[in-house]
């Protein structure tokens, strides 16, 4: 059974920061590019960033420069460190592990973490 489960989210005032966590379990951790998205109401999720098994970054340019993933093979975690956050920000988080394999891609997907940027 695989399992994404988020930490971190909460209530900050705009210029301050957050660390989102996600604990994955269930799925060769290392196979799987891990990737943080987020939702509003209304909208599409979108991509924030994502990092894959040996540690390549990609990132959204609206969160380029203070917004920074990183995971830990070892303990099957991928974080968000979120600097300067802005009210723009306010979105549920989700957690996301996207593996591409030869009889297909699957993805899998946490129950999300609220981010409320607020003063």
């Known amino acids: 059974q695989v399992q994404l489960v988020e930490s971190g989210g909460g209530l900050v005032q705009p210029g301050g920061s957050l660390r989102l966590s996600c604990a994955a379990s269930g799925i060769i951790f290392s196979s799987y590019t891990m990737g943080w998205y987020r939702q509003t109401p209304g909208q599409q999720r979108e991509l924030v960033a994502t990092?894959?098994?040996?540690?390549?970054?990609n990132t959204a340019n609206s969160v380029k420069g203070r917004f920074t993933i990183s995971r830990d093979n070892a303990k099957k975690l991928v974080s968000l460190q979120l600097n300067t956050l802005k009210p723009e920000d306010t979105a549920v988080y989700y957690c996301?592990?996207?593996?591409?394999?030869?009889?297909?891609?699957?993805?899998?997907w946490g129950q999300g973490t609220q981010v409320t940027v607020s003063s």
């Open positions: 996301n592990a996207h593996g591409t394999f030869l009889l297909g891609s699957r993805d899998y």
């Open positions: 990092v894959n098994g040996d540690g390549r970054t």
